[in-house]
Antibody, heavy 118, light 108 residues
């Protein structure tokens, strides 16, 4: 059974950084892209970027380049999203998802809530 | 950046009704268009990709059409579990991927 399990709720102050994890199981981790999407409170969805763990090929949505860092550790079948220099506008629920192709995801993590507040 | 505009913002519908949601791109995205369903407390779910291909396990009452700049998601007979927010997403200019602002389908 394919599973993506994300790390828990995070609370940070503005200016801090954090790293969210997405631990996968039930399939060959290296062979599938893992992407990250966020939902801002009461608002829509934003696509942050994606990684192919096999060769750490990372692609960022340009508005987020430099603000987020995506990585993966194949030894533990886990992908990571690092958010740099947090602001209140980074408060959101962050989701990881598996992409068999870059077009469309099929399995999702449960979401990680991030709260940025002074 | 390609801007995706959805209409209407909110749609009030009775169960059993036919629902048509619209999505317009600021420039052509060919058929690189997906539709997502989002419910509170749940991860998004892909309904349609490639403008008209249903994702695995998606009921046949969901259908997508369009190409270029104008797209439609149709729900042929709305079920109670279909009340949600629906988003279109273009990926033609990958990785510059953008979503529409969403259409909320609620109970009339």
């Amino acid at each position: 059974e394919v599973q993506l399990v994300q790390s828990g709720t995070e609370v940070r102050k503005p200016g801090e950084s954090l790293k969210i994890s997405c631990r996968t199981s039930g399939y060959g981790f290296s062979a599938f892209w893992i992407g990250w999407v966020r939902q801002l409170p009461g608002k829509g969805l934003e696509w942050l970027g994606i990684i192919l763990p096999a060769d750490s090929d990372v692609r960022y949505n340009p508005p987020f380049q430099g603000h987020v860092t995506i990585s993966a550790d194949t030894s533990i079948s886990t992908a990571f999203l690092r958010l740099n220099t947090l602001t209140a506008s980074d408060s959101a629920i962050y989701y990881c998802a598996r992409y068999p192709t870059t077009d469309s995801p099929d399995f999702w993590g449960q979401g990680t809530q991030v709260i940025v507040s002074s | 950046e390609i801007v995706m505009t959805q209409s209407p913002a909110t749609l009030s519908v009775s169960p059993g009704e036919r629902v048509t949601l619209s999505c317009r791109a600021s420039q052509s995205v060919s058929i690189s268009l997906a539709w997502y369903q989002k419910k509170p407390g749940q991860a998004p779910r892909v309904l349609i990709y490639g403008a008209s291909t249903r994702a695995t396990g998606i009921p046949a009452r969901f259908s997508g059409s369009g190409s270029g700049t104008d797209f439609t998601l149709t729900i042929s007979s709305l079920q109670s579990e279909d009340f949600a927010v629906y988003y279109c997403q273009q990926y033609d200019n990958w990785p510059s991927v953008t979503f529409g602002q969403g259409t909320k389908v609620d109970i009339k």
